[in-house]
């Protein structure tokens, strides 16, 4: 993604083009105000300074001038409030969209939700990419350091995409630059913005709204390609969601379990309560020697599945398949000084969502 150092990023939308030639346009405006106002001035004070001569003027109400520095400021305004007017209508206008997708704001991460046109009943979870070694720097930064995810959104290039935008814990912020979109996600209520990308690419933004410890670890990456490679990520995705369920419905061995866990709490957990299951007590507790996580199972799955209000402990159960909740809290059972050897099957998760 081209952009520049010192500009906004190279738009991709037409949006984010009316966006740019705007800020274009005020900062001409702005610039040439300066111009003229500071040139005044410093022409005063070189040319009728008290050394050469100059004697201070003496008048007042000039009923000219006081109607010229009303008007003129008046015009200027009107003259930069008509595209700006023009732009946030046009931004607003969420009418008739090819694909809905709902962006719901954790800490720190995004869901995704396909809610109508193709793809619809798409779900996944997108999480930081970035490994914890370079963020620790002990390796070498990589070119999309914090602003790459495990699983993007993907949409069709030249659509009109709707986005609903909301959050489950505290307020957030969907913002890609090049799409000319921003809108809060705050919990309880629903925004909406879109965007209609005109050039395949990969697309990056971040969450834009302080929203915690790892505020600047939830970044936001969008793939615009064909329509061609949408339908077959749609059918991919359709049938890795129609897997997990295959996966939910078997009995899965101890390591396997363990295995499936592992990954799952790097991607979802380990921010929170640490690679070492220290965690970051008092707002993070430690999972390592937890009556919680060393208690029944039972205890431990409400948790996971329906978070604890008033803490950072989101409701996984919206997020996770049984099987990857199965998995995670084996995971934990069995890790670090926990040694239950005790393994969670996803048929005990589906038994407690009430299924």
């Keep these: 993604m081209a952009q520049s150092r010192y500009n906004l990023q190279s738009p991709v939308t037409g949006i984010a083009e009316q966006i740019y030639n705007m800020h274009t346009l005020m900062l001409l405006i702005c610039l040439f105000i300066f ?114 995810v495990d699983n993007p959104v993907v949409v069709p290039v030249g659509k009109k995409i709707r986005v609903l935008t909301t959050a489950s814990d505290v307020i957030h912020a ?70 997990a369920v295959s996966a939910g419905a078997r009995d899965w061995s101890l390591a396997e379990l363990v295995e499936q866990g592992a990954k799952v709490f790097a991607a979802n957990c380990v921010a929170c309560h640490q690679a070492d299951g220290k965690g970051l007590p008092p707002a993070f507790p430690p999972l390592d020697g937890s009556k919680v996580v060393l208690g029944e199972a039972a205890g431990q799955i409400a948790v996971v599945l329906n978070g604890r209000p008033g803490t950072p402990m989101a409701a996984f159960g919206e997020l996770l398949s049984d099987a990857d909740i199965a998995a995670v809290i084996t995971y934990t059972r069995n890790s670090w000084s926990n040694k239950t050897g005790e393994a969670i099957q996803p048929s005990q998760i589906a038994a407690a969502r009430g299924k």
Excluded at 204 to 221: Q, T, Y
Aim: some cysteine; overall charge negative.
């Design 174 to 243: 969907w913002w890609l630059p090049a799409f000319g979109v921003k809108q809060d996600a705050i919990p309880g209520f629903i925004r909406d913005a879109w965007f209609r990308a005109d050039k395949e690419g990969v697309y990056r933004g971040n969450c834009a709204e302080l929203c915690g410890k790892d505020h600047g670890f939830m970044p936001i990456e969008v793939h615009v390609v064909s329509q061609e490679a949408y339908s077959k990520w749609v059918a991919d995705r359709q049938a890795a969601m129609a897997a």
């Design 35 to 148: 111009v003229i106002v500071f040139g005044v001035m410093f022409w005063a004070v070189i040319h009728h300074r008290k050394s050469k001569g100059a004697v201070a003027a003496n008048f007042h109400e000039n009923t000219a001038v006081e109607i010229a520095w009303t008007v003129i400021p008046i015009l200027i305004l009107l003259g930069m409030a008509w595209p700006a007017t023009k732009t946030v209508l046009e931004m607003k206008d969420t009418r008739d969209p090819d694909i809905t997708i709902k962006a719901t704001g954790y800490q720190w991460k995004w869901g995704y939700d396909y809610l109508q046109g193709e793809g619809q009943g798409i779900r996944f979870v997108s999480n930081l990419a970035t490994s914890h070694e370079q963020i620790d720097g002990k390796a070498a930064k990589g070119e999309h350091y914090l602003v790459e």
